[in-house]
């Protein structure tokens, strides 16, 4: 993962809420079996209306999403944090996340910035009236702000997710130096816990 | 199935290092759980979690082995992870090679992928073979007191045997692949506790709807649910994981329900369930496993369904459900901004108008099948209702079963023929039509009784239209035409 410190940029209003991750990314796109490639269909059938917020050009290059409340909700699929990155974005504002896909984002460094829902609506409001304004999240300090407008707030992170986020760390590297821990578990475990080996027949008996 | 749930455990704890505290500070059910899953806790950080069953299917896992070969990394337990392929399969002509290329590439790289790391998969045909969450508890490798992961938001199934279930996304899915771990902050706690009894015609489909409509969409996130109260006691096991299926709708990390003798009658003799001694030993363990009388949980929600009625949405998200005796309701009666703005868009891409009676509205396609509600007993639910009527002329009715098992199982019962008798298609197991991966979509504007999981805009074809039920209200809505009860149809006869 690519360590994020602090993201600058304009942003583009999403002002809808419950935008689940089937409308981030649609389940035609899931039948790829690569990592790249899904900007293309970001928001794939809002986008077919000319009217998107995506499709006007004065909010093209911005690198933060703001919308409202429970974003990311529903489908696990990490696809929506691939497209939402491969598009451009480097930030996601909401006034609540999907559990999972706040996980998936901090493991890919996109970063998910919770605000109080007063300031959600004050940070639409704007970059409503003014596209070219420029917000800064700072993870490290966990402020997002926005001088032009006068507004700004702290945003909560756990204090690993932030580390990583801006060590860049990889996951699976930082739970190897355990395996000491991960081995001693494994030789506590149950005998009576199943293994999927072998696959089973129709009967009920392995084969 | 004789012996109690509440014989005294006699010393066999899965695991006794975090379970020492057990004695002294009562604790829930999930707590219960997730510690004595914990490899590693430190100040700061996330508990590292042991998994005990990794689920694996086409759609959230190449990526994953992919990021494996890249670095070099094997599987750390193949024998605590299966695989089967489940959200692209076709649900015809399973026999013949899978007409979309795209598809099929994505079903070969995961049989590919799990025969060079040592995974066990249940491919497309395979005696097997099914929804990740049917086939999961029918082979007895969803056992009480377990983890258990899977790149799908409805993980959250599992929790009916008490176990702690969660999806996790395709970063996670390597993680767990490379270290049979995961880095996990504790979620908080929440019981739900259902008071009264489900009245007759309701089901555990109406129970979980109306428990998404009273919390909300995001009612539950951050937190594990455990589902509580009598009326939860009385479900059986395939009800236990339609409720706990759809804990993800309320945004839940999880949901549960303590395991009893309903479960394990239910887990006994499973090809993958413990046997003999094993068995006894496993009873003893599972015997610890509920919320001590004095435990407290973050957040506690009272739910009477004594009066409940079927429920079926209206919108575009599961926590926009009524009764079937109400109305579409209006955006305006709504207080919060947001509610009236995302139920304003739903009536639109709905096509529905404020004040119509629910059932005054017609479908096109009804869809019996998904992780949610294609096990036998919503198969036998449906039939009963569709026994010696017909589907409404002109309506396309599909009937998935959720695995092969529970098609053998439906067809030894003559189940398939009732469906076929009334005009229902009969077909083979896989998600289907709950997320048109495959060839079943709705087509634009067509509209749909659905015993999926999401109303999303799109999520059963680009423009389709989604009404969640139960299946005895899919089968009568099939019947009528329009959103109706069995009753229903029993006062026209």
């Known amino acids: ?207 | 199935m004789s012996r109690s749930a509440t014989r005294r455990p006699t010393g066999t704890a899965q695991r006794t290092g975090t379970d020492q505290r057990s004695a002294t500070v009562p604790r829930t059910l999930s707590e219960k759980v997730w510690d004595r899953h914990v490899v590693r806790r430190a100040d700061g950080e996330p508990d590292l979690l042991f998994v005990d069953l990794h689920l694996v299917h086409e759609v959230t896992s190449p990526q994953a082995f992919d990021g494996l070969r890249l670095s070099g990394r094997r599987v750390r337990h193949p024998e605590l992870t299966v695989a089967t392929a489940d959200h692209n399969v076709p649900t015809t002509g399973v026999d013949k090679p899978v007409a979309d290329p795209i598809s099929a590439r994505q079903l070969e790289v995961l049989a590919a992928n799990c025969a060079e790391f040592g995974i066990t998969c249940y491919p497309m045909g395979h005696a097997n073979q099914g929804i990740v969450h049917i086939i999961g508890p029918e082979l007895g490798l969803t056992l009480p007191g377990m983890t258990v992961v899977c790149g799908d938001s409805h993980t959250s199934t599992h929790g009916a045997f008490g176990a702690v279930a969660f999806g996790i996304g395709t970063s996670e899915v390597e993680h767990v692949l490379a270290t049979q771990t995961l880095p996990q902050t504790r979620p908080a706690t929440m019981a739900i506790e259902i008071e009264g009894a489900l009245p007759l015609g309701c089901t555990a489909k109406d129970l979980v709807l109306h428990i998404i409509g009273t919390i909300g969409t995001g009612g539950g996130i951050g937190h594990i649910i455990e589902y509580r109260g009598e009326a939860v006691r009385n479900l059986s096991m395939e009800g236990r994981m339609t409720v706990c299926n759809m804990s993800i709708e309320a945004g839940a990390r999880a949901g549960m329900v303590a395991p009893d003798d309903t479960t394990f009658a239910y887990l006994e003799g499973r090809p993958h369930a413990p046997e003999g001694r094993a068995w006894e030993m496993a009873l003893d363990d599972w015997a610890q496993l509920v919320t001590d009388e004095d435990a407290s949980f973050d957040k506690v929600v009272h739910i009477d369904v004594s009066a409940l009625r079927p429920h079926v949405t209206w919108g575009t998200n599961p926590g926009q459900v009524v009764s079937i005796e109400g109305r579409v309701p209006s955006p305006d009666e709504m207080t919060e901004p947001a509610d009236r703005e995302s139920a304003e868009r739903a009536l639109s891409y709905m096509g529905l108008r404020a004040g119509t009676p629910m059932r005054d509205i017609a479908v096109d396609t009804v869809f019996i099948g998904s992780c949610t509600n294609s096990r036998i007993e919503d198969l036998r639910e449906a039939a009963a209702v569709l026994d010696g009527r017909r589907v409404r002329a002109g309506l396309r009715a599909l009937a998935v079963p959720g695995s092969h098992r529970v098609k053998a199982q439906a067809e030894a019962e003559g189940i398939d023929k009732v469906f076929e008798a009334a005009g229902f298609e009969w077909r083979e197991p896989g998600c289907s039509m709950c997320l048109a991966m495959n060839p079943d979509k709705l087509a634009p504007g067509e509209r749909c009784a659905s015993t999926s999981n999401r109303n999303f805009e799109g999520r059963q074809g680009r423009g389709g239209r989604t009404h969640l039920v139960s299946p005895a209200v899919a089968a009568a809505t099939a019947v009528a035409g329009h959103l109706a009860t069995p009753q229903d149809l029993d006062a026209a006869s």
């Open chain 1, 1 to 207: 993962m690519k360590a994020v410190q602090v993201v600058t940029g304009r942003a583009v209003p999403l002002e809808r809420s419950d935008v689940d991750t089937d409308q981030i990314i649609p389940s035609d796109w899931l039948k790829r079996v690569e990592r790249t490639g899904f900007g293309a269909g970001l928001f794939a059938e809002w986008r077919d209306d000319r009217r998107f917020v995506l499709n006007d050009e004065r909010y093209a290059g911005a690198t933060i999403l703001v919308a409202g409340p429970n974003f990311g909700t529903g489908s696990s699929r990490e696809h929506a944090v691939w497209a939402l990155m491969d598009y451009g974005f480097q930030a996601v504002v909401s006034p609540r996340f999907g559990d999972i896909f706040r996980n998936n984002a901090t493991k890919q460094g996109l970063v998910p910035v919770v605000v109080e829902p007063k300031l959600g609506g004050a940070l639409l409001q704007a970059i409503r009236d003014d596209p070219s304004i420029e917000i800064t999240i700072d993870v490290a300090r966990g402020t997002i702000e926005v001088p032009a407008a006068g507004l700004a707030g702290n945003f909560p992170m756990d204090e690993f997710d932030r580390e990583r986020l801006v060590n860049g760390w990889d996951d699976i590297g930082l739970t190897l130096r355990h395996e000491p821990d991960i081995a001693r578990y494994e030789s506590e475990r149950a005998v009576w816990l199943p293994s999927a080996a072998g696959a089973v027949s129709a009967s009920g008996t392995a084969s």
